[in-house]
């Protein structure tokens, strides 16, 4: 499709939206606006990160604009924050990829052939910063963005790079999108295998922070990509609310708990339900016990499955300090070894529990007593 005739959003690319000091250094450097920026641009939503293609070589202009950046060598990019915004600069660029889920092989190549590169159609637009202002849309993408659908630009797609099938499900949540027919069938037979562990992780972790995350992974699920199942599902729910309230906002990393929720082995999920099913009953000493030196990610998949008291735990109990330690017991006549830390513990537990305030004497008493009493069995 050849060019579109001047879209009224595009304007803001030059004026609002790309640094001025970029587009002073482009000069006439052929370059464009390409990518998610352009999408977002023409459906009105707010555009932080920005992905420039340079048709030319990047260093000039990195030089030129006196910015630190941080290049990679391999894929003729650059990173740099400029003007208040994130920008990745890369070279036009065409990619072949020599088995499926291998990292590509790259050469510099036209706008049309850097489009061709790109996942679905409606990241597959350009807007030219020099020159005039048009938008260069070959595979109809904003036709798609229209009819919030989302389509591969060819058959291939997901397996050069079985990941494509991840971001579309951020893409469809975050948007409002279905999968077009055949790109749903092509998704479906996406083989995650082929790419390496570190990759898939990298973007379950794009898709865990993002506002809506729970819907994504559902979405994975009902296409096939993970074996979540229902019951994971409702705990990663749970887990996501949890994340936004007290206590357990400020302890866990809300993209880091809902990828542990959704992918962790089942033995981690079967100690969060053995931590959840102790007795509240029980004095609290002996659910402290139990959650002592466990990680922040675990206690908070325990309080999904139902353990209410975890919340103080991780508020009160964990914080308990006494007024003792191993040197008092040992100028008390304990011999260092075992002793010591049976002493300790009772004197702790006592405290958890609520039977002595934060009294040396008292923590002593109580410490001296349990190893009498140990040193008797």
Known sequence: MEPSSEHPALQRARSEIVPQALLGALADRPAYLVGGAVRDLLIGLQVDDLDVAVDGEIEPLLEQLGAEAKEHE????ASLELGGHRIDLARTRRESYSAPGDLPEVAPASIRADLARRDFTINAMAVPLTGEAELIDPYDGQIDLRNRVLRVIHPGSFSDDPTRALRAARYATRLGMSLETETERLLRATDLGTVSSDRVAAELRRIAEEPEAEASFRLLDEWGLMETGAERLELLARVDALCSSDPWRPLVDRAEALVDAATCPSTRLAQAAALAALDPAEPPSIRFRAAAGLDDGLLLLARAHGAAWLDEHVQRWRRVRLAIDGNDLIAAGVEQGPAVGIGLEAALAARIDGQTAADR??????????????ERI
Do not use: D, P, V
Not at 361 to 374: F, M, N, P, V, Y
């Open 361 to 374: 004497e008292a923590e002593l008493g109580i410490a001296l007593a349990a190893i009498r009493k140990s």
């Open 74 to 77: 391999r894929f003729g990019t």
